[in-house]
């Protein structure tokens, strides 16, 4: 079981996503002004950005820097971060 599901202000995080892409759907719809297609979609991938980053610092501490880990366990979640932040970052 993931350690993130007990997680409440990821899952707020994401809601508040979800609403910011239904906000850019609304815009398209409504054939509002390109600024404001803007600005809603830079909103909407900056909530991106930190819901990456806060999973991303939970991983590491969960999966890497937690004292107990075997080297192993260690090295396998350091391989995780490192293909999930070169996938993100292409």
Excluded: F, W
């Excluded at 590491?60 to 080297?71: G, K």
């Amino acid at each position: 079981m993931s350690h993130l599901h007990t997680d409440d202000a990821l899952l707020k995080r994401v809601r508040r996503i979800a609403g910011q892409v239904t906000a850019i759907e609304r815009a398209l719809i409504s054939e509002k002004d390109c600024a404001t297609t803007l600005h809603l979609v830079a909103a909407t991938r900056g909530a991106m950005n930190g819901l990456m980053d806060a999973i991303i610092e939970s991983h590491v501490r969960e999966h890497v820097a937690r004292p107990d880990l075997s080297d192993d366990d260690r090295a396998a979640g350091a391989e995780q971060l490192i293909a999930a932040i070169r996938r993100y970052s292409k």
